[in-house]
């Protein structure tokens, strides 16, 4: 195992994990080598194609990569997976085809040199060995042919993907700049013009609000929105009935077992049959607790034949007794050795029994773990009460009921949100898993209750109706928008036109306590602070003060507009970096550039090579 794992941490390990064991990872994506390519193509490029299996497998592969990182699948975006799934195919089959156009390829010669330096494949004297290796390629259904036609393919992609990206240029002159900027600090003075403070000095004219509208009717549309009415369930919704004795009884069993705790204990037993048999076992009982000897009395009294041996019936096993096997266990529990039960009917008779040896692990008993088996009892029953439910509501769906009339018949209760939107969604529905269904064309056009959904720990089911689909807003329809847009515009700018005036009459520190608002003083900052915007840490650093002086600089926000008042940059005279993390950085900075490189580079592939998208089938593998 150990040599395995170290292979798969080299460089044919990986690239035959990936081939082998998992989807191949390229720029994000993941999909399958060989097996031809399906006739149902999902895309042409150039003269080779993606394959609809291809990209399911992809497709599955990632879904199930995604959601092994987060808690709710509800919160997966199927839209953005299959886009980015069919984009890097895409890539994947362009830089295949580009490689083979530029000769890129390894000899067998040199992936038989790599090949034979790993461990896995040698035998106990350090050679290779030809048995391990057609071992390892049995295991994985692969000839030596195909697992070197994928490791040349694969390689040769690793060729050109380091060519372009290799390529970036970065100074290290470049790097130290950049981080030196980092050490920069200075003490910072602001104020914040919120825009609504300005918002009465506005006025919006008709005039105002139909050039805006000329000027932007493309963008001036409608949400898509439903109006939704929604089931929702957890089992913590469900309400549990008092737990029954066999329900505890279960729980125990259940615990015994996964404790592994076997139960050895040694018995005998007296039997007494006949009509008169209790009198018979309450005298026997009354003699045992006067010290008589059981095994004494099991020969002279008993009426089963293992009374000849004393009474002795082997280890106890519930199953031996049947329907009554509650009632002996109940009699033994916590009986320790020696001790004797009172006379039990059974559907043999009057049994008494001793515990002659215990041998076993101590179990504890039933009664002691009361409350913990109740609650265990209670939430079986409730996850069991929430799976029926689930299939009830489920089954309704199916067969066309209304969700209210499923809301009835369940007693679940019946929720709305009107004017459900499709895009930047707020309600309380907000998943992208909701949102698919709730838009889906068939769910709209049928008006029909969804299957259930899983959101969190429990699941949705919704129905739609009145549906509108986007649209270009009306004049009247978009002037209240177009009105709130204007309004915040020029409240906006009369907010910068006074951080300006203010900004251009303070030169000196003595200035800033001049100003008719007052500054808040944050003290010394850097460029990784927290206490301002992203917008306002440029402006901060922006620009150099004079010796004594500040300088201040003002600026729209998201908000309104920002007045800023510095003094003098210092820079920090030690770098926190050691050389070896500027040498780090300047990797990291490379590796970004190179990356932006390859994408420069597939969009020039795009041009060379046709990429056709098959849309029918797109529609299909995403099930719309």
Known sequence: MDKLRDFLKS???????????????????????????DPNQIAQVGDASVGLSEYQTAVNNRRTEILEQVDDASLLNEDVLHEQVLKGLVDRTLLEQQAGKLGMTVSDDTINRLLREEEIFKDAEGNFSNDQFANFLRQRGMTKNQLFAEFRNQLSLDQLNASIVGTAVYPMKAVSQLIDLQLESRNIWLYRFKWQDYAEQVKVSKSDI??????????????????????????????????????????????????????????????????????????????L??????????????????????????????????????????????LSVGGVTAPVKTSFGYQIFTVTEDNGSKMPTLESMRDELTAKAKEYKRQEMYADKVTAINDLAADGFSIEDIAQQENVTLKRIKDYTKENNQSVLSQPAVIKQAFDEFTIQDQAVTAGIEVGNGNVWVQPSNYRPTKTLTLAAATPKITQILRQ??????ALKQAKTLAAGIKTPADIGKQPVRLQSLGSVNRQTTRLTEKERGLAFSQQAADNGVVAVASETETGATLLVGDRIKTEQQSPLSEMQRAQTATIIRDNLGQDQLQDYLDYLRLVYKVEINEANMKNAQGR
């Open 210 to 287: 139909q050039a805006y509208y000329d000027a932007n009717k493309n963008t001036l549309k409608s949400a898509a929105m439903v109006d939704l009415a929604y089931l929702q369930l957890t089992p913590q919704s469900i309400e549990v009935n008092d737990v029954t004795k066999e329900d505890l009884q279960q729980q125990y069993d259940a615990y015994k077992q996964s404790q592994a705790i076997n139960d050895e204990r040694q018995i005998s037993q007296i039997l007494l049959t006949g009509d008169d048999a209790k009198a018979r076992a309450d005298k026997i009982k009354a003699r």
């Open 11 to 37: 460089w044919p390990g990986r690239i035959l994990l990936i081939l082998c064991l998992s989807p191949l990872a390229l720029l994000g994506v993941e999909s399958y080598f060989g097996g031809g390519v």
């Open 489 to 494: 515009q020029k409240a906006t700018a009369l």
């Open 289 to 334: 607790n006067k010290g008589e000897s059981f095994a004494a009395l099991a020969k002279a009294e008993s009426d089963d034949p293992s009374g000849e041996t004393g009474g002795d019936i082997g280890r106890f096993n519930p199953t031996v007794f049947g329907n009554d096997a509650e009632a002996v266990e109940k009699a033994l529990e916590g």
